[in-house]
């Protein structure tokens, strides 16, 4: 027998926008107990709005990481992040500014405060990084708090206050059934999940603009055959680079720059997929990057 719908259950989206590196990816993995985005301390890691679900008795919750606003050089990928950062605002639920109260605030906050200005469904301002001690930049945060329907402040690193954000969210979802099933966490699927780990990877071991010119795609996922040992799963992925050059820094001296790489993979992809797996990557110069 199907469960009596409960009239009063909430579902919606609410998106996390701010500048780079404030910490959205961060948050979101917080938010739904599982690594749905990636994470880097470089700028501009996030290039998809990644939907993670929060499951609650009285609603559901689906958070949307967006691309970071970063003030650099102007460049197609850039343009590309802000825009899909923008898009992603539409039909939206709540905005959630994350900001960094570690870090002074910058011309890529005022292009996140410009971006909100017209926006008037409610807005929550969550500071983040609670956990670094003698935060320097807490204050002019706060005073922007009027702006906001709420103001929360909160470590996605140590999860404090983590719940207090959902408690804040939750009634402002509108009435209706929720939009995903019962432990759905994300909209990402498998494949994409995988080369989202290894370009987290290329991002945390590899240096200056490798990591922006530079796309992963999936070969193939497939079960070992039998003359290999092992209950493994093969996965073979190829890491495109835009210049032959970047070839070599990726593959490193002796290959040890993307062993190094697989060696950090594989164990977040064998606890995405439930297995153990045998991880081939293989570099290959493609100039029309897709990403
Ligand atoms: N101490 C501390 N560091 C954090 C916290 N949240 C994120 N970080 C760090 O901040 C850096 C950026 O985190 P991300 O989650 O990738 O930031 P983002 O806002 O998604 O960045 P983009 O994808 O570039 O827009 C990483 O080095 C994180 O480890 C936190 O609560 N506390
Ligand atoms: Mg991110």
Same mark, same amino acid.
């Given at each position: 027998m199907n469960p009596v719908p409960n009239p009063d259950f909430r579902a919606g989206l609410a998106a996390l926008i701010g500048r780079t590196n404030a910490g959205k990816s961060t948050l979101i993995n917080a938010l739904v107990d599982a690594k749905v985005a990636i994470v880097s301390p470089k700028p501009q890691t996030t290039r998809h709005a990644v939907q993670g679900v929060v499951h609650r008795p009285e609603g559901q919750i689906v958070f949307v990481d967006t691309p970071g606003f970063f003030k650099t050089t102007r460049s197609h990928l850039v343009d590309r992040l802000h825009g899909r950062a923008r898009a *992603?605002? *539409?039909?939206?639920?709540v905005v959630i500014h994350v900001a960094d109260p570690s870090r002074a605030m910058g011309e890529e906050d005022a292009m996140v405060l410009e971006v909100l200005a017209p926006i008037t469904i409610p807005k929550i301002l969550c500071l983040t990084k609670l956990d670094i001690p003698d935060l320097k930049f807490r204050e002019p945060w706060l005073e922007l708090a009027a702006d906001y329907h709420a103001t929360i402040e909160l470590s996605a690193l140590t999860g404090r206050n983590v719940d207090t954000l959902v408690d804040a969210v939750l009634p402002l979802m509108p009435p209706g059934?929720?939009?995903?099933? *019962?432990g759905d966490q994300t909209n990402a699927h498998r494949d994409f999940r995988v080369t989202e780990i290894i370009r987290e990877k290329i991002y945390l071991l590899t240096g200056d603009e490798v990591p922006y010119r530079t796309a992963v795609q999936l070969d193939h996922i497939r079960e070992r055959n039998e003359k290999q040992a092992g209950d493994f799963l093969h996965v073979k992925a190829i890491v495109l680079v835009a210049e032959d050059r970047y070839k070599g820094m990726l593959i490193g001296a002796g290959g040890r720059k993307i062993k190094e790489i697989g060696i950090a993979a594989r164990p977040d992809v064998e606890t995405l997929l439930g297995q153990k797996i045998y991880l081939e990557l293989a570099v290959r110069v493609d100039a029309r990057l897709p990403d």
């Open positions: *992603a605002l *539409a039909g939206i639920d059934p929720a939009l995903y099933e *019962a």
